[in-house]
């Protein structure tokens, strides 16, 4: 079965079993700078999961575009990937144990065949903050898995949470046995020789864990489920790994036509990193120095430099490019959509990489010399990982380079100079990721509302053309991305900083109400690209000045926001301006 056959199979399924279909959130998080990309389906639910109502109601189900970054000098094995699809569905408040331990069996056993006898589940063991979960382990049962086939295990095991803090509970997971034989008498799920796989987690949310370690139960029970799209598809295709699935067989194919040198890790690493940097610039992603700029920088760069490995001519990723949005376009229409875009971010990266390459041979030349002079035989590992971490040189052709000139180097330096900086950026992704969960305080709040009030003042001052196309907020600032022709006036500028004061000193309220999409749209609601939303939306009323379908959250009366300053006024992109604005208090 190809995967989206298995992802629409899912979704009817549970619209079959009453849950909403709801839209893909986009890769990268919405006005929260504070998270690099979505990496799990509950990430965009979180405010849905501590019990703010949902406008599609209770039970919820979509496949999630996800970006995890954690593991990415693991691609090129037979299993990790950075960009995944993830299905999911949820009960907020809702359906706990019994029902959604009966839908993933049905759906697992009748709608993809799946043989009963293949899989294992684990349950939770319990401790001293959550008892063991017999509760599942019984559905379990009910449903007929055999008590040799249930596992318990502790919090490393069978809880989840996303970062330190936050929503999170004892999870049961299903996993699929691949029929390989047991790599030892003790083999069982959690062993990751490869026999067994985990395919679905059913998180039953009904904790909160404190920023001081402590756990508190949450005001309703919720589920969380996750089902890894590619590796079921690669288990139901009877395949060994992703790559041999229809998702990345066709440029694993080119790739092998085109190298000069055969290397499977490399063709890997080059088909999912292209993968993965297509679909973050569809969702708007540019390359840069920092944060997720930097990841897809790191992306496209570690891509090329495994093509230059296959000793593939660079002339051919406009080729390679077009023919894995072909491949792709089907599950998702936004590559084809920003097609010409996505070509001209990745070419032109390559050519920036291309120069950055030269100057760290350059600077490779420099060292040599250096070490020449001081009859060194041994490049250090700080020199290796500064080659790595500034010019993007790995240190494999650090050490091809330096054998061609005779000499070795210190890989021991470089692993433990990697591993801290490994370590570094895990605990920065989390630490994001925490910060995504709970930032939403007052500052954040009151720019989200102040980027509508700015949205409705360009309207009206600049013309109905003006037309949102990003946001981005900070607790510093707002930044706000629309379309209108030509640079602002400075009296164009005055004039709407004012128009947007007038509004918070009028101290309006803001109302917010529920409604389907076409009736937002029938109220003259604003908002931003149709397809991003479900049926159902929130529309968001600012005294008689603003009206805009948006997730929220919003201060409740204008008035203690404080002043509102525009700070600078640019191009973006063609046809595109950027305004940077404060509130000043
Ligand atoms: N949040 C859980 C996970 O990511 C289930 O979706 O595994």
């Not at 095991?157 to 509970?169: L, Q, R, T, V």
């Not at 973050?280 to 495994?306: C, E, F, K, Q, T």
């Not at 350059?362 to 590992?381: A, C, L, R, T, V």
Request: hydrophobic share 35%.
């Amino acid at each position: 079965m190809k995967a989206i056959e298995i992802r629409n199979k899912y979704l009817n399924f549970f619209k079959n079993h009453n849950h909403k279909i709801i839209p893909s959130a986009p890769l990268i998080p919405e006005n929260d700078p504070s998270v690099l990309f979505t990496t799990a389906g509950m990430q965009p639910l979180v405010p849905y999961l501590l019990g703010e109502k949902h406008p599609e109601g209770k039970r919820l189900a979509d496949f999630q575009k996800c970006l995890r970054t954690v593991d990415i000098d693991e691609v090129g094995d037979n299993r990790h990937l950075t960009y995944f699809e993830m299905l999911g569905n949820w009960s907020l408040g809702d359906y706990f144990k019994d029902e959604s331990i009966h839908m993933s069996f049905e759906f697992l056993t009748k709608e993809l065949q799946i043989p009963v006898e293949k899989l294992f589940v684990t349950c939770f063991a319990g401790d001293e903050d959550c008892a063991k979960d017999e509760v599942s382990a019984n559905i379990w049962k009910e449903v007929g898995i055999t008590e040799d086939h249930i596992y318990y295990y502790g919090k490393e095991d069978n809880w989840w949470i996303a970062g330190e803090e936050g929503p999170c509970g004892p999870d049961t997971e299903i996993f699929y046995d691949t029929g390989k034989p047991a790599c030892s008498a003790d083999c069982q799920p959690s062993c990751d020789c490869g026999k067994y796989v985990e395919i679905w987690n059913n998180v039953f949310m009904e904790f909160f864990k404190e920023k001081d370690g402590t756990y508190r139960k949450l005001e309703q029970k919720n589920v969380d489920t996750g089902l890894g799209l590619e590796r079921m598809a690669m288990l139901l295709q009877g395949k060994e790994t992703p790559f041999d699935t229809e998702i990345f067989e066709p440029i694993m194919k080119k790739l092998q036509e085109l190298q000069k040198i055969d290397n499977i890790q490399s063709r890997r690493i080059v088909a999912e990193h292209l993968r993965s940097s297509m679909m973050i610039i569809a969702d708007g992603g540019r390359p840069s120095n920092i944060d997720r700029g930097y990841v897809l920088r790191r992306l496209i760069r570690r891509m090329i430099r495994h093509l230059n490995k296959l000793q593939i001519d660079l002339v051919n990723l406009e080729e390679l490019i077009k023919l894995n949005i072909d491949n792709l376009k089907e599950m998702y229409p936004e590559l084809e959509k920003n097609k010409e875009t996505i070509i001209s971010v990745i070419i032109e990266e390559k050519e920036k990489f291309v120069k950055t390459l030269a100057h760290g041979e350059k600077e490779f030349e420099k060292e040599m010399k250096k070490m020449h002079q001081e009859g060194k035989k041994e490049i250090d590992g700080k020199v290796v990982f500064k080659l790595y971490d500034t010019y993007g040189f790995p240190p494999e052709v650090t050490k091809e380079l330096a054998s061609e000139n005779g000499m070795t180097i210190d890989q021991k330096g470089f692993d433990e100079l990697f591993k801290k900086h490994q370590e570094k950026s895990r605990l920065g992704s989390e630490q994001k990721f925490k910060g995504g969960l709970a930032d939403q305080n007052e500052k954040t709040i009151s720019y989200h509302t102040a980027t509508h009030l700015l949205h409705q003042a360009l309207r009206e001052v600049l013309g109905d053309h003006v037309k949102q196309c990003g946001s981005n907020i900070t607790e510093e600032r707002l930044r706000f991305d629309f379309t209108h022709p030509q640079k602002m006036t400075k009296e164009e500028i005055q004039k709407v900083e004012d128009l947007v004061n007038e509004q918070i000193k009028k101290d309006l309220k803001v109302t917010c109400e529920e409604m389907s999409y076409e009736d937002a749209k029938k109220t003259g609601a604003i908002g931003l690209f149709t397809d991003k939303y479900g049926d159902r939306v929130k529309v968001y009323t600012i005294g008689d000045f603003s009206k805009e379908i948006c997730g929220g959250p919003h201060v409740t009366h204008t008035g203690d926001m404080g002043t509102f300053k525009i700070k600078k006024e640019e191009s973006s992109s063609s046809g595109v301006r950027r305004i940077k604005a404060v509130l000043i208090k």
